[in-house]
């Protein structure tokens, strides 16, 4: 039986076709595509970390940005945010297991971005003098 495209755009979806624009898989895309995301997985391969602490690690990072990214990834299951009552109250993030799989798939991506950034920039300095 040949099914309809209403019908394979349903089955696409309901097996998180990221080709789809209606797939949830893409929401979940736009998180891990970002640079904070990538930033922050890497910072917590050690273990957790406050706050200030990846505030300071991640140059150019507002609070407003890592306090959203943090909460998206808590929101995700990808980190925990544990809290201590002290004085004042001290909050650490870490790696879920799931988190600390994603971790394994964006770590070389930055790495891969650090060990690749000088020929990305001869190739853009070339391509800016042929258009000059």
């Known amino acids: 039986m040949t099914a309809t495209a209403a019908q394979r755009r ?13 797939c949830p898989s893409r929401q979940l895309l736009d998180l891990v595509a970002s640079k ?13 970390r406050r706050h200030s602490e990846l505030r300071r690690d991640i140059a150019g990072v507002s609070q407003k940005m890592l306090t959203q ?23 650490d993030y870490a790696l879920t297991d799931l988190g600390e ?19 990305i920039l001869g190739n853009r300095a070339a391509a800016e003098a042929t258009c000059a």
Do not use: H
Request: proline share 6%; hydrophobic share 45%.
């Open 101 to 119: 799989g994603l971790r394994r798939v964006v770590q070389p991506l930055k790495q891969w971005a650090e060990d690749n950034m000088d020929t």
């Open 36 to 48: 904070w995301v990538c930033l922050i997985l890497a910072a917590l391969v050690d273990g957790p």
């Open 69 to 91: 990214t943090l909460r998206d990834l808590e929101r995700d299951g990808l980190v925990t945010r544990a809290v201590t009552p002290s004085v004042p109250v001290r909050v």
């Open 10 to 22: 349903e089955k696409a979806k309901v097996e998180y076709n990221a080709f789809l624009g209606a």
